[in-house]
């Protein structure tokens, strides 16, 4: 079956606008985890859901990073007032459950976010 | 809060060379798994281990969990240009319900062929 897709694969805005960044988990898959990821580092945590509600939201940076995932499946990150440090790729990954072998985590291609 | 520390950043090798990259949690870590990036790619999960002392191998793959459960280990038996790519290693923090994972920096593997 199709993997975690993400869309926009790329965006670029200026400074002080906001974006949205979008989340196709695989199907079936009720974690799913948002990370950011700059070059040359590993990928950094932000938050992750078990079904609907977040489980763990202590690596959003601040409050203008919000991300929902209304219905179980698909997840929006958003991004107030966005500045240039937010440049980054943003990467999606879902899993099937949490513990034990169900946690694999399938990462998406990433969204490239360039704030200008 | 819970670091995870890789070295070498960058490793560079001859095709045939043997790899090594460590890993190392300031945290005892309930389970660590192991990911490759490859230029331009995103994080592909390798395997997770689990057990304390734990040894799996995979081909010419081989990773070993520590005894403390903090640190970990992944070998490369004569690397191929294929295997170019960055390593991470990634753990979940021992105790409680949380299931974030926490990622090392990665390793640069180049292989020159």
């Known amino acids: 079956g199709a993997g975690v897709s993400q869309t926009p694969s790329n965006k670029v805005t200026e400074k002080g606008k906001y974006v949205e960044l979008r989340c196709d988990p695989i199907?079936?898959?009720?974690?799913l985890y948002w990370y950011r990821q700059s070059l040359g580092q590993g990928p950094e945590f932000l938050i992750y859901f078990q079904g609907t509600g977040a489980a763990d939201d202590s690596g959003l940076p601040n409050d203008r990073f919000f991300a929902v995932r209304p219905e179980g499946s698909v997840s929006t990150l958003k991004i107030q007032r966005t500045e240039r440090g937010d440049s980054a790729v943003y990467l999606c990954a879902s899993s099937l459950g949490l513990g034990g072998s169900t946690d694999t985590q399938y990462f998406g291609p990433g969204t490239r976010l360039t704030v200008l | 809060g819970q670091q995870v520390m890789q070295i070498p950043q960058y490793q560079h090798v001859q095709e045939g060379e043997d790899f090594t990259t460590y890993c190392n949690s300031s945290?005892?870590?309930?389970?660590i798994q192991w990911y490759k990036q490859r230029p331009g790619g995103h994080p592909v999960f390798l395997i997770q281990?689990?057990?304390?002392?734990e040894v799996k191998k995979q081909k010419r793959l081989t990773f070993q969990f520590g005894e403390a459960k903090k640190n970990s280990s992944l070998h490369i038996t004569a690397t191929q240009t294929t295997d170019v790519g960055t390593y991470f290693c990634?753990?979940?923090?021992?105790?409680?319900?949380?299931?974030?994972?926490?990622f090392g920096k990665g390793t640069l593997l180049t292989v020159n062929p």
């Open positions: 990634a753990g979940r923090r021992s105790g409680g319900s949380n299931y974030k994972l926490t």
């Open positions: 281990l689990v057990k304390s002392g």
């Open positions: 945290t005892t870590l309930s389970n």
């Open positions: 199907s079936g898959h009720t974690a």
